[in-house]
């Protein structure tokens, strides 16, 4: 019985091109892979400028027009002689440096605690039945239930509120540590344990860079809830930083202040994830950013 015979029904066997190499079936397209084109860095901060400027423009027409008074929100033009104004008189200079101290004390409080019960849950059975379970549990508290308790343990003053930006800070970093070491592949490690690398050794030298991706991913989200944590730290009876300016400007319905102090926050925010970008490219040089050169 010839080939074509028992080829299946539906199926036709490719007969010989002009080369010898065969053709496509019929009814089958060439695949044509996308190319990607590469972009400039000038080009791609545009675009990320683009929505920034679009919003200011938007402000700056709705208190040109009159839909928003200064009452509701000052413009912003206002809000850049306040800053002038709080520049001079040196309160803004002040209040970001009490701010930014608070913020950075308890950030690495939260940062060194999450590491190393991250490593130790990830990293060692009994550890992980021994802490794992009451962590998630804790995890689960939102930490602004807390304010009321630490205000009773620790008083009004700074402690109070550095202990709870690090209580907001832990968990992020935990969660990710604890999962990026689990995933280090085992093989490796039983590698390493057969040419004789210790414990420490091996958490330091193999462990920690193949978690670097989860460590940076809670890294970033750490920081971003440094700030979080800072603004509801400074509603507890603040006497300086931001937070006490916010509150300031309320009793004066000081608006353009109001804008100011959240502005300041937010640029806070995005120099935390900045930071955090240029350490994933410094440590990681290896990585493309998704997208980046589509």
């Not at 990830?122 to 630490?150: A, K, N, Y």
């Not at 937070?243 to 502005?263: E, F, H, K, N, P």
Request: net charge positive.
């Amino acid at each position: 019985m010839s080939d074509t015979a028992t080829a299946a029904p539906g199926l036709v066997r490719p007969g010989p091109g002009p080369s010898g190499t065969g053709t496509a079936p019929q009814g089958l397209v060439r695949p044509r892979p996308q190319l990607r084109k590469a972009r400039s860095r000038g080009y791609a901060l545009t675009v990320r400028t683009i929505g920034p400027v679009l919003l200011l423009v938007l402000w700056w027409v709705a208190s040109a027009t009159g839909l928003l008074t200064p009452d509701v929100l000052a413009s912003p033009a206002e809000v850049v002689r306040a800053v002038g104004e709080l520049w001079i008189n040196g309160q803004l200079p002040d209040a970001l440096t009490t701010s930014l101290t608070r913020s950075g004390l308890g950030l690495l409080i939260g940062l060194a605690a999450g590491l190393t019960l991250g490593i130790t849950t990830g990293f060692t059975r009994l550890g992980d039945e021994l802490l794992d379970s009451s962590l998630q549990t804790l995890r689960t508290i939102p930490f602004l239930s807390l304010v009321p308790l630490f205000m009773v343990w620790f008083g009004i003053n700074e402690t109070a509120k550095i202990l709870l930006i690090a209580v907001a800070t832990t968990f992020p970093m935990y969660v990710s540590t604890s999962s990026g070491v689990r995933n280090t592949d085992p093989k490796l490690i039983e590698a390493m344990r057969s040419f004789g690398m210790g414990r420490l050794a091996l958490v330091r030298e193999v462990v920690l860079p193949g978690a670097l991706p989860s460590l940076l991913a809670g890294l970033r989200l750490s920081m971003t809830l440094s700030v979080i944590a800072l603004i509801a730290a400074e509603e507890i009876n603040a006497t300086a930083g931001i937070g006490y300016l916010m509150s300031q400007a309320q009793s004066y319905a000081r608006t353009d202040i109001l804008a100011v102090c959240i502005l300041v926050y937010g640029l806070l925010g995005l120099a935390a994830d900045i930071l955090v970008r240029l350490l994933e490219r410094l440590l990681m040089p290896w990585r493309t950013p998704r997208g980046a050169t589509r």
